[in-house]
């Protein structure tokens, strides 16, 4: 499935089109809760430029998306009793939006193997 960046779902609440319940923002991420939360703590990282799967992102953007990641953990108070980070990536990963994001979350046991 292609799509263009301006039908992107989360380019359009980078650009403020959409709301979303922002976490924290810096200059390459945002931050947001999840609209249909699978725990507690349900925060999407993305990044501001639109990349269609994680293996389209350069090192350095991919560690500033981790980066952010800790620091929603950290914020949320789930860094010290454990959180998980999810990529999903293409349409049998279960990817959704096809734009580059990563779940934290957090708040509660987190069951093994995920899906």
Known sequence: MT???SACLFCRIVAGEIPATVVTE???TLAFRDIDPKAPTHVLVIPKEHHRAIGD???V???QI??????VAKSEGVDESGYRLVFNTGEHGGQTVFHVHCHVLGGRGLTWPPG
């Open 3 to 5: 799509q263009s960046a």
């Open 61 to 63: 953007l991919a560690g």
């Open 26 to 28: 810096t200059d390459t």
């Open 66 to 71: 981790l980066a952010t990641a800790h620091q």
């Open 57 to 59: 992102v350069d090192p």
